[in-house]
T-cell receptor, first 111, second 113 residues
Framework: SAVISQKPSRDICQRGTSLTIQCQVDSQVTMMFWYRQQPGQSLTLIATANQGSEATYESGFVIDKFPISRPNLTFSTLTVSNMSPEDSSIYLC????????FGSGTRLTVV | GENVEQHPSTLSVQEGDSAVIKCTYSDSASNYFPWYKQELGKGPQLIIDIRSNVGEKKDQRIAVTLNKTAKHFSLHITETQPEDSAVYFCAASMGAAGNKLTFGGGTRVLVKP
């Protein structure tokens, strides 16, 4: 399975600001997935990121709020824009190589 | 789209007893069913998975069963130990490359020594 490095591991941010989360994979993968896990909740897919094309967003998530970059086959970023306290969550990236592997997550607190 | 229901939401067992978590799914096209364990402050870790051409799979103290007709699958943990305490998630996918995982709501398992 893949090894995923995710940065930062945690951050506390002021409302109205933006945070960019990085995800680095040790293997080349076609798709990378970004999930949100709200406090005490399950994982919800935000978007699927393909290299060389625009990300595909799930219902309820929009590009202006969660812009994604995918510059190559091993790296992606997710930005959480114009943050509010409701954005306080764990954000996780995931890839699929035989099975789905997750990064350790970014724990975001918006104050 | 796919919908995955997971029960119970919390489970408390005595060390050495068995724990069973059940999930149902809605989309008959789903054919890949992984289970994840998430410890505090960590990302989900795959513990076992099953594909729809298999009815049961076992790995040491962990087993998963799948009933494709009834569209449900279960996780069984035998001889539970305190280190099994965590949140467990089931998920379903159509299994083809790039298909997303849909997660159940999670089960918080507490193993009491």
């Amino acid at each position: 399975s893949a090894v995923i490095s995710q940065k930062p591991s945690r951050d506390i941010c002021q409302r109205g600001t933006s945070l960019t989360i990085q995800c680095q994979v040790d293997s080349q993968v076609t798709m990378m997935f970004w999930y949100r896990q709200q406090p005490g909740q399950s994982l919800t897919l935000i978007a699927t990121a393909n290299q060389g094309s625009e990300a595909t967003y799930e219902s309820g998530f929009v590009i202006d709020k969660f812009p994604i970059s995918r510059p190559n086959l091993t790296f992606s970023t997710l930005t959480v824009s114009n943050m509010s306290p409701e954005d306080s969550s764990i954000y996780l990236c995931s890839v699929e190589i035989l099975s789905y592997t997750f990064g350790s997550g970014t724990r975001l607190t918006v104050v | 789209g796919e919908n995955v229901e997971q029960h119970p939401s919390t489970l408390s067992v005595q060390e050495g007893d068995s724990a069973v978590i059940k999930c149902t799914y809605s989309d008959s096209a789903s054919n890949y069913f992984p289970w994840y364990k998430q410890e505090l402050g960590k990302g989900p870790q795959l513990i076992i998975d099953i594909r729809s051409n298999v009815g049961e799979k076992k790995d040491q103290r962990i087993a998963v069963t799948l009933n494709k007709t009834a569209k449900h699958f279960s996780l069984h943990i035998t001889e539970t130990q305190p280190e099994d305490s965590a949140v467990y998630f089931c998920a379903a996918s159509m299994g083809a490359a790039g298909n997303k995982l849909t997660f159940g709501g999670g089960t918080r398992v507490l193993v009491k020594p």
